[in-house]
């Protein structure tokens, strides 16, 4: 029941995304700004430009993903639906679930377009491409679930949109480390003991967060 | 309600803990300055490592205590318990600022630099910045029960995050003085103004604490009055339209 409703409430999501995609659009335009940005800013002549991929890739993802965040609860709160939404017989557990899921499709498709994009802009390869693919689904999954829990706590406050990137970016800080750190190893392919580490570490957090988070969104919204 | 407000009288066991934590303080900076000898190698800038130390362990237990008042809250609604959720995080800030001012000043003499990015001093930032966080959403949160449930989330979020965080920072680089751990402080002058810096800011802690918390429950009590307040005025109004224009 808890996944049908889940499902029910992602499907209206997704439908509302492939019929008005202004958000995802605006998360893939902002990605490619970010990247234009951190080349005006990191590029010197005669330095390697593949060197600052990994730094360049995950901060991007992590900024673009905070997009999206902002406007993930908008049809809920816009239809005056919110409170409804997390009131439902099997509690705020399905909105919150769909709502994730829904930010982890939006923050996949920006990846899968973002990561090709800095490599061609960066002149840069992947060594070990599939323990980059692998790290950035644990962390777009991290990023996701404390993202909607985030987004979630800060739908009421004031200034939400100031205060979700100062809230979400330190609490992210072990995702964005152990990213950049899997995608420099991949770069170089050596040290395989030190990535499985840093990927260990990933879905540790994931753990974490996909435990702590629900839980902390059925407290806040029911009482 | 009103025991709220008349107890805002400064009491005197306060006042009595507020001059002992100033006698233990005189009795640290004597120590400090005129007990402990200076470092071999580091001269006196190494007497910092006392006010530093100290004020790293208030932040440390400030800002746990904070969040685990903050769970027992979410889980079990206090007013108490949430005023000392608040306090907490508050001093812990405060103490937070101290360690991140006094230790780039040490690290200046004997690291050579003002800041490197070695575990515990990420650790000690990014905390900084969640505390803030999580005052920041206190204070701009809708007032009533909801919003109070939305900072205690996040205050009870920031613990094990930070434990992350720092096993994060530990794989990610590593040179701080390990003094505690690496068989500790050998001369008996130097670890008597040790112990008695972190005893006088201990009790600083808890006097701010305490201060801060007895604020805390008077901004309650105001924000219970200014409900009861318009909750009268919105049955007087009521009552008024109802009665027939004479």
Redesign the interface.
């Known amino acids: 029941m808890t996944l049908r409703l889940t499902w029910l409430l992602l499907r209206k999501d997704l439908v509302v995304a492939v019929r008005a995609p202004e958000v995802l659009g605006f998360m893939l335009l902002f990605a490619l700004l970010c990247v234009v940005l951190f080349a005006f800013g990191f590029l010197r002549a005669g330095a390697a430009a593949a060197a600052q991929v990994p730094g360049v890739l995950w901060v991007t993802l992590l900024f673009s993903g905070t997009v999206g965040l902002l406007r993930l609860f908008a049809p809920e709160e816009e239809g005056g639906v919110l409170v409804q939404a997390q009131r439902t017989r099997r509690g705020a557990l399905p909105l919150f679930l769909s709502k994730a899921a829904l930010q982890l499709a939006f923050t996949g498709v920006v990846a899968a377009i973002t990561l090709p994009a800095v490599l061609v802009f960066f002149d840069a390869e992947l060594r070990e491409p599939v323990v980059v693919l692998a790290a950035l689904a644990l962390g777009l999954f991290g990023q996701a679930v404390l993202g909607t829990l985030c987004a979630a706590l800060l739908v009421h406050v004031r200034l939400r949109e100031v205060m979700l990137p100062l809230l979400l970016y330190p609490l992210l800080a072990p995702v964005l480390l152990a990213g950049v750190q899997v995608t420099v190893l991949a770069q170089d392919d050596a040290g395989s003991d030190a990535t499985t580490g840093w990927l260990v570490l990933m879905a540790a957090f994931d753990v974490a967060v996909a435990i702590v988070a629900p839980w902390l969104h059925e407290k806040v919204s029911r009482g | 309600m009103t025991g709220a407000v008349t107890h805002s009288r400064t009491p005197t066991t306060l006042l009595a803990a507020v001059a002992g934590v100033t006698a233990l303080w005189l009795a640290a900076l004597y120590a400090i300055v005129l007990v402990a000898q200076p470092d071999a190698i580091l001269g006196i800038v190494q007497k910092v490592f006392y006010v530093h130390v100290a004020a790293a362990f208030a932040m440390l237990i400030c800002l746990s205590a904070g969040s685990v008042a903050s769970l027992v809250d979410?889980l079990q609604p206090n007013d108490r318990i949430d005023a000392a959720a608040r306090a907490l995080v508050d001093t812990g800030v405060l103490f937070a600022l101290a360690v991140l001012t006094t230790g780039p000043l040490w690290a200046r003499k004997s690291w050579g630099m003002w800041w490197t990015w070695e575990p515990r001093l990420t650790l000690t930032l990014?905390v900084l910045?969640?505390a803030v966080?999580?005052l920041?959403?206190r204070t701009?949160?809708?007032p009533g029960?909801?919003?109070r449930?939305?900072g205690a989330?996040?205050a009870?979020?920031?613990a094990?995050?930070a434990y992350?965080?720092h096993?994060?920072?530990q794989?990610?680089g590593g040179t701080h003085p390990q003094v505690i751990q690496g068989g500790g402080i050998q001369s008996p002058g130097m670890r008597l103004a040790f112990w008695v810096t972190v005893a006088a800011m201990l009790g600083l802690a808890a006097v701010v604490t305490t201060l801060r918390y007895r604020v805390a429950r008077l901004e309650d009590a105001v924000v219970a009055l200014r409900l009861d307040l318009s909750a009268r005025d919105l049955r007087r109004a009521r009552t008024a339209a109802r009665e027939p224009v004479s």
């Open positions: 979410l990014l910045l969640i966080g999580v920041a959403v701009l949160a809708p029960p909801a919003g449930r939305v989330a996040l009870t979020l920031a094990p995050t992350l965080i096993v994060a920072v794989r990610w």
